[in-house]
């Protein structure tokens, strides 16, 4: 079946230092990616969609590479902030108009001052 | 412009019982998607609704229903609660154009089945 796996135990790390993110997939063939952003007590909100065609998409500190050879898309907020902190999803997506993503689990980022 | 709302924030009911959650999505927006959220599970899609007729709709029991307004409202529906029903509802709302537009979020209605 369908399989999404994010980094399952919190990541840690220094302000200032760069958050890797790893989100794998087995048994689907995307045709897009997207991560997204959740606080506690909030909905996702959306950050980034990279396409099956694309190898790496930027926005501002943000950064997504896919790798569809691996099946993996990994994530990346450089010069991180303490308010970088929450968990972060990565949901795949098919071809055609359909909106059933497939969702990763999240993981929970920690941004130390 | 305002953001997506749904309503009731917090919702406890008991076994048997049925619920009815809402959603107003952003003006002008015409797709609402409905999620149930939980932590061994994460998101899971349930159906979409496009100009009051339901488009998309994932695995889940005919005890889940829904329905899309005029005014792109849109209400989902659980009969027959069970336990497993506990979890965080959200919905999201987007133009319909395309399937890859970007959803935006509600805050969800956090339903405890006792």
């Known amino acids: 079946s369908q399989k999404i796996e994010q980094n399952s135990e919190a990541l840690n790390i220094q302000e200032g230092k760069t958050a890797t993110l790893t989100c794998n997939y087995t048994n689907y063939s995307p045709a897009y990616l997207q991560w997204y952003r959740q606080d506690p007590g909030r909905g996702p909100v959306f950050l980034l969609l990279i396409r099956e065609n694309e190898k790496e998409k930027r926005k501002e500190r943000l950064k997504v590479t896919f790798d569809t050879t691996l099946k993996q898309s990994l994530f990346h907020i450089t010069a991180s902030q303490p308010a970088d902190s929450a968990t972060y999803l990565c949901a795949l997506g098919n071809a055609g108009n359909n909106r059933k993503l497939i969702w990763g689990l999240g993981t929970s980022l920690a941004v130390n001052p | 412009k305002a953001g997506v709302t749904q309503t009731p924030r917090y919702l406890i009911k008991t076994r048997g019982q049925q619920v009815t959650l809402s959603c107003s999505p952003i003006s002008g927006h015409r797709s609402v998607s409905w999620y149930q959220q939980t932590p061994g599970q994460g998101l899971q899609f349930l159906f979409e609704y496009f100009s009051e007729t339901q488009r998309n709709k994932g695995n889940f029991p005919g005890r889940f229903s829904g329905r899309q307004f005029s005014n792109s409202r849109s209400e989902m529906n659980v009969s027959t609660l069970e336990l497993g029903d506990s979890a965080l509802y959200l919905c999201?709302?987007?133009?319909?154009?395309?399937?890859?537009?970007?959803?935006?979020f509600g805050p969800g209605t956090r339903l405890l089945v006792l």
């Open positions: 999201a709302s987007s133009l319909g154009q395309q399937y890859q537009e970007t959803q935006y």
